[in-house]
């Protein structure tokens, strides 16, 4: 079945991996969003001709709409576009790839209109992952996860229809840039140094989560939703090669595990052909040339953040929506270079220590808890400076 789809971050890693993904598997692009990139939106909009193309910036939407008036494209902006790419009638199929919370309204729209979500966005699940979920299996919409892992994961599982078959989950972590070190070496690393990722090419958000760990924390609570198991079915294991993707041990003691290069072109191309499996003209993974194959345990007193995630994991409720938007606004400020890069888990863990832990919560109550956790580190970062 050839797809139509919406791909909400265009313009970012996963955004453009996509399109090189939908060119070559010839899908049909029907609408296309991203935050500012002007000039990149306008370069895919040309190329791929969508039906409508978003920025949420406002002045960089009337930039856009001037650039393309000899286009058919239409131009928004604002959230509202947002929230219109995510449910345009003719696509079948909505990639989320924007970078944060911003994700959550988007998908869960999309999912009202029964769309199939290609999720690589895992704020949102991280955030309120139980509502999205109730809510895809209220609404029949599919969830196909694009985080690697999380792909992997969903490949074994592909024939088992039974949950309770699955004993473990068990989540490859590359360890990022400052893997080995300790504590103190870890705390004198700098923005330049944790963009500095060893196996892959990513957003700056998602590269600084991978060098504090707090990334494989998300994928934890991530894992823990899609496949709705508890943190004691999912453990995180180093593997530095990144070439086993992730693993699902069964009832029975067999291990399932999905192999490849890393590439996120591999997961992107399955989230679209899923079921079936699609052509792709990159070089097969070559068992022969790959380094040799190493797993060991994380170290989560060098990297608290994998530590705190998991606390938050098991708290449950608003707990994981705290945790998730401290990181993002620890994350913010240590991009700016206001902040070091002991005090982004510093900071989510005072953020986690201040906010009121509220079970089973609202959408409104989530939104709320993003909130207050913000603002305490806002206040907190004043008196650290
Ligand atoms: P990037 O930073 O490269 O791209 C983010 C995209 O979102 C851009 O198109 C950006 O637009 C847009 N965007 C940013 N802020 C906003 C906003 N406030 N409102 C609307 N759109 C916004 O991120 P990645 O592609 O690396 O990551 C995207 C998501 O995928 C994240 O959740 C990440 O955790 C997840 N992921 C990424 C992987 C990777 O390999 N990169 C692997 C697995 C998961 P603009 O260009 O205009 O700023
Ligand atoms: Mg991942």
Request: proline fraction near 7%.
């Given at each position: 079945m050839s797809r139509t789809i919406s791909i909400?971050?265009?313009?970012?890693s996963i955004g453009r991996q996509t399109l090189d993904v939908a060119e070559q598997l010839g899908l049909t692009v029907a609408a296309l969003t991203a935050h500012r990139s002007v000039k990149r939106m306008e370069e895919q909009a040309r190329k791929f001709r969508p039906t409508l193309a978003v920025l949420t910036d406002g002045p960089a939407a009337k930039d856009l709409a001037l650039r393309l008036a000899d286009t058919a494209t239409k131009v928004l902006g604002g959230p509202q576009g947002l929230a219109e790419a995510a449910t345009l009638?003719?696509?079948?199929t909505v990639v989320t790839a924007v970078v944060g919370t911003v994700g959550l309204a988007p998908t869960l729209a999309a999912i009202r209109e029964k769309k199939r979500i290609a999720l690589a966005n895992k704020e949102t699940l991280v955030c309120a992952g139980e509502l999205v979920m109730d809510a895809a299996d209220r609404y029949g919409a599919e969830i196909v996860p694009v985080d690697s892992e999380h792909s992997a994961i969903f490949q074994c599982l592909?024939?088992?229809?039974?949950?309770?078959?699955?004993?473990r989950l068990l989540l490859t972590c590359s360890?990022?840039?400052?893997?080995?070190?300790a504590y103190e070496q870890a705390g004198k690393m700098t923005k330049a140094d944790a963009l500095r990722h060893p196996n892959w090419t990513m957003g700056p958000k998602i590269t600084v989560d991978c060098a504090t760990l707090m990334n494989k924390g998300l994928e934890v609570i991530e894992a823990m939703r899609l496949y709705r198991l508890p943190l004691s079915q999912v453990q995180v294991v180093i593997h530095r090669q990144s070439i086993v993707h992730s693993l699902v041990e069964f009832r029975d003691g067999a291990v399932l595990a999905q192999l490849g290069t890393p590439d996120m072109r591999l997961p992107i191309r399955y989230a679209m052909t899923y079921p079936a499996r699609g052509e792709n003209p990159a070089l097969p993974l070559d068992l022969l040339s790959c380094p040799p194959l190493t797993f060991s345990a994380p170290d989560r007193e060098a990297f608290p953040c994998l530590r705190l995630a998991e606390e938050a994991a098991a708290t449950g409720g608003t707990a994981c929506a705290v945790l998730n938007a401290a990181n993002e606004e620890a994350v913010r400020l240590f991009l700016a270079e206001?902040?070091?890069?002991h005090d982004i888990p510093r900071l989510v863990s005072r953020a986690r220590e201040a906010a009121a832990v509220t079970q089973n919560p609202t959408l409104e109550e989530i939104l709320a808890a993003d909130r207050a956790a913000r603002e305490i580190v806002w206040k907190e970062t004043e008196r650290l400076s």
């Open positions: 909400l971050g265009s313009t970012g009638p003719q696509a079948d592909q024939g088992s229809g039974d949950r309770r078959e699955i004993r360890g990022g840039p400052f893997y080995g070190m206001k902040i070091g890069f």
